[in-house]
């Protein structure tokens, strides 16, 4: 939505340069489509249409993969009791196979004579008929021994309807990747709704595993995001030759349930990885009300089941010997900015603690701020992953793009942990893609802490609990001074981030009159000359903290913030602030008491600013409360905030129920 104020013509103003950008990045076609499609952009179908079409285009590109490098596959049915979908679901695996390289064996688990009568009539698949009932696990092992030496697998129910392209996108994933050794699709009801992305274990009922998106529209954003998985649905799972050479049949000792999950577990643990594949979508017949009953074979699988696993899942070491944690932060750079202050501060006061930390990046060794813990730097995400992995240790994702590493690497060992500084959707208000990519990155198997309670009611709206854990401030480095205060200075924070809304703060202060000085600081320190603003490059927090004592006000203007850890800053130095309802600032920001909060509109933000210069009585009652504000927020309050959940994640890790 479109800031009020804002007018469209520097948009068009602008067309030029985004129409060369576009061409530079993506090319003539890329540029040719948007100006198609201009039209639906206004009407709000673009990205349907986009959908479409590059599922199309997947489809046609993973088709013709096939068609140079396909593999023989063996498909395995498992089927017992009346034959009809057997038949059914047969008829449709050959309409969306073709013949060549594709065997189909369906295995009868000892129905009775007549059903296995019919299943000898059945064309286009080889049948196997047992005489007494052994389980799914038993029937999926018998199709394995039909399979040649060189087949890939696929173990799938007979209730599971197959659509176009399944296992031509399917194969695609499997050899797009070499770590990867077990695939699932997506499966749908007959609805339409999904019934299985991935599975997860189900930490409120943690002897249970459950579905990624269970109940969501086919077309949920993040369902169609692919991804790595702890396991996937024995309903269709497909399994490399080179992984079932090493790891052997389905364990047939589980009764009923289980023994998906056992072979995917499995196969993390041979060193193959498992990867859900949003774009081979199966229609799976199974019932979204079946009753939730569970029988004596059921609780005997789940049994055996957390016999071998349970210490896997809840008996995880992430302590030293002498009992400190053990905890390692990811990042995706080291640069300068509020987040990656935030997470050097918690790894540097954990430290001082006697806790055992490390800081693995991709970025260097800060200059910019003294951290004196271990810091690994890795030159991409998979070489980070691969060392992660080796650790026992509690692992923090800090940013969308550091989720997955974290999370690979805890499969097998630590326990993975999303300190969510930002509900990250924000950075892309353009790209549907980029924001379901980050959605889909908030799994279930994360214990959450994040800084704010509006970014924790936005997890809690997507299923998710967080521990709130807000940034704390240095008040030995941002306190009032003794030095005399200009009363003709504003302040900002100059970045030219959209979010951060800089443009919104120079036309409030181009607004008045008599137009005071502006100062800015930061990392870009060409938007000075941009904006004639006197500007302080890579500042120090003392030298931060002086900017503050001496300007008369601090305005900060953007748009959106997980938490605006500046603002609380300058009021603990003493600094009277404006500000815009930014989200994240809500916690600690009371207008007319500690600070200015107003529309995001130059005249209203100008009138603040004019308000504070002009009358010395408010700016002395807005920094005083500031300043109470401000020592709330002392970092050895946040900290024991931190250390008490980063307790409970290791312990609960050995709780008996496994909730942790």
């Known amino acids: 939505m479109r800031p009020r104020g804002r007018s469209r013509r520097p948009l068009l103003a602008d067309l030029p340069r985004r129409a060369y950008l576009t061409v530079k990045v993506h090319g003539w076609g890329s540029l040719l489509f948007r100006i198609a499609t201009s039209p639906l952009r206004l ?99 018998r199709g394995l021994e039909r399979a040649g030496e060189r087949d890939d697998v696929v173990a799938m129910n007979n209730d599971v309807m197959a659509d176009p392209g399944w296992l031509e996108r399917l194969q695609r994933a499997a050899y797009g990747n070499d770590e990867v050794g077990i695939l699932g699709p997506r499966l749908l009801y007959l609805d339409g709704r999904i019934q299985s992305a991935g599975s997860y274990r ?78 081979a979508t199966l229609t799976h017949v199974e019932s979204p009300t079946r009753g939730v009953e569970v029988g004596e074979r059921e609780r005997a699988a789940q049994r055996r089941f957390w016999e071998r696993w349970g210490e896997w899942f809840d008996a995880r070491a992430v302590r030293t010997p002498d009992g400190s944690l053990r905890v390692i932060y990811v990042t995706e750079g080291t640069g300068v900015g509020g987040g990656h202050r935030d997470v050097f501060e918690h790894l540097e006061r954990l430290s001082r603690r006697g806790h055992s930390v490390e800081l693995y990046t991709l970025g260097p060794e800060p200059d910019w701020f003294e951290l004196s813990v271990p810091v690994r ?153 941009r904006y004639g603003a006197h500007y302080v490059e890579r500042p120090s927090d003392s030298e931060v903290n002086r900017l503050m004592n001496e300007a008369t006000v601090f305005v900060q203007t953007s748009r959106h913030e997980g938490f605006c850890l500046p603002l609380l800053e300058a009021m603990a130095a003493g600094t009277p602030t404006v500000s815009t309802d930014a989200h994240g600032n809500r916690d600690f ?52 905030q931190l250390e008490a959940f980063l307790e409970r994640v290791a312990d609960g890790a050995r709780s008996p129920t496994g909730t942790g």
Request: charged share 25%.
């Open 43 to 141: 009407i709000g179908l673009e990205e349907g249409l986009r959908r479409d079409l590059a599922r199309r285009a997947d489809l046609r590109q993973a088709r013709s993969w096939y068609a140079q490098h396909g593999r023989p596959v063996t498909i395995v049915v498992p089927t017992f009791g009346a034959p009809d979908m057997t038949i059914a679901a047969v008829r449709r695996l050959r309409r969306t196979t073709g013949r060549q390289g594709v065997r189909i064996v369906v295995v009868d688990d000892g129905s009775a004579p007549e059903h296995q009568a019919a299943l000898r009539e059945l064309q286009g698949a080889e049948v196997i008929l047992a005489e007494e009932n052994a389980g799914f696990a038993a029937s999926v092992n």
């Open 202 to 279: 189900n930490l409120g009922a943690p002897e249970w595993f459950d579905h990624r998106y269970r109940f969501k529209p086919a077309d949920h954003g993040p369902a169609n995001v692919e991804a790595p998985a702890l396991a996937v649905t024995g309903a269709c799972m497909y399994l490399k030759r080179s992984l079932l050479d090493r790891l052997g049949p389905m364990d047939a000792d589980f009764p009923m349930g289980y023994e998906d999950v056992d072979w995917c577990l499995r196969a993390w643990e041979a060193g193959d990885e498992v990867l859900y594949v949003p774009h």
């Open 589 to 640: 920001c009371r207008d007319g008491e500690n600070c200015l909060l107003v529309e995001s509109e130059p005249r209203a933000v100008a009138a603040a600013i004019r308000g504070l210069l002009s009358n010395p009585e408010l700016r002395e009652r807005i920094a005083a409360e500031g300043i109470r504000t401000g020592q709330a927020y002392h970092w050895d309050r946040r900290i024991d």
């Open 377 to 529: 730097s890795f030159p991409d995400f998979d070489a980070l992953a691969a060392a992660l992995a080796g650790e026992h240790a509690i692992k923090v994702a800090t940013w969308w793009r550091t989720a997955w590493p974290v999370w690979r690497a805890s499969v097998r060992r630590g326990l993975p942990v999303y300190f969510v500084q930002d509900i990250e959707t924000s950075y892309y208000p353009g790209s549907e893609q980029l924001r379901n990519e980050v959605l889909a990155t908030y799994r279930e198997e994360f214990r959450y802490m994040t800084i704010s309670h509006w970014n924790a009611e936005r997890l809690r709206e997507l299923g998710l609990d967080a521990e709130l854990v807000p940034p704390g401030i240095d008040l030995d480095n941002f306190r009032p001074l003794v030095i005399d205060r200009r009363e003709d200075v504003v302040l900002a924070i100059g970045r030219a981030l959209v979010l951060k809304n800089l443009d919104l703060t120079v036309a409030a202060w181009r607004a008045l009159d008599p137009r005071p000085e502006l100062w800015m600081f930061g990392v870009e320190p060409h938007l000075g000359p």
